[in-house]
């Protein structure tokens, strides 16, 4: 944000007023920038905005002020949303300073984001890391800002919706990672273990967790629901053994722990589409 205060800043800027079409589009943007902020004095001197805005980091580090006495660290790769009517300051620290893409924009487009909590003023560090995908976006959104051809508010507004999906796409990969990490001891488990009928709800409890959110957490990791996932892992193990022709279906269906062989055929026509028998010796 090109006039944040307490700041020298060496900065490319511009500031667009939106006409009532731009307005009626539901996203519009009124505002777009970069620069190298360093700081200087007092953080404690904030304001609020009217508008929503984001800044995001590509390098150097400071803090983010949610009032003068509460603040959190900022790094390169993260991003700051701000939301109207609250109040806020952010900025490098004594001494130092960052390199940032920032836009300013406002409609019903995010406000509705906001009610469904995608974006939440609960949160307004979200820490997406450095992307040349997302950053690649902000430099679109300043290109367009410099031509301001007929019609360039609406390709604002598509590039920063392309910008809030990447934004959450990169959140959820984390989220993911993270699950993963924590679900990697029971999904080496199961895998491991395919002649086995598992207990699930066993497991979620040697983890202190409730079986709801076990599951959740599983589903975040895998894609599948922990059910789900062990059967599949049973049935890509019953292809493989019954492709090579050395075990029947039923010995298939025993090996893998199934006790009814007609139970163990209807998973695998439901998993895959053809009967165990037709996959027998392929």
């Known amino acids: 944000m090109g006039k944040m205060m307490d700041k020298m800043i060496i900065h490319k800027s511009r500031y667009f007023e939106p006409e009532k079409e731009d307005i009626d589009w539901g996203l519009y943007c009124k505002g777009t920038g970069t620069c190298r902020a360093k700081a200087k004095g007092t953080m404690n001197a904030g304001r609020v905005l009217n508008d929503f805005a984001m800044v995001y980091l590509f390098g150097g580090e400071g803090r983010y002020y949610s009032s003068p006495e509460n603040s959190i660290k900022v790094s390169s790769g993260d991003i700051i949303m701000l939301f109207p009517g609250i109040w806020h300051s952010y900025g490098p620290e004594k001494n130092g300073e960052w390199d940032e893409y920032w836009a300013i924009f406002n409609g019903d487009y995010m406000r509705m984001l906001t009610d469904r909590t995608f974006f939440s003023p609960e949160l307004p560090l979200l820490h997406t890391g450095l992307d040349k995908t997302l950053m690649n976006l902000f430099v679109n959104l300043l290109e367009i ?125 439901k998993k895959t589409g053809v009967a165990p028998s037709q996959w027998y010796g392929l």
């Open 145 to 269: 800002s410099a031509g301001q051809v007929p019609g360039f508010q609406k390709e604002l507004a598509a590039e920063l919706m392309k910008i809030f999906a990447r934004i959450q796409f990169l959140l959820l990969s984390k989220k993911r990672k993270k699950n993963f990490s924590r679900m990697e001891k029971v999904i080496m488990q199961i895998e491991n273990n395919y002649s086995e009928n598992i207990n699930l709800l066993k497991m979620a409890a040697e983890l202190n967790m409730s079986y709801p959110h076990f599951r959740r957490m599983f589903r975040e990791a895998t894609g599948y629901a922990p059910h789900q996932y062990q059967l599949t892992v049973k049935i890509n193990k019953a292809k493989e053994f019954l492709a090579g022709g050395k075990y029947t279906v039923k010995q298939t269906a025993d090996m893998l722990g199934f006790d009814d062989q007609y139970y163990f055929s209807r998973v695998f026509r």
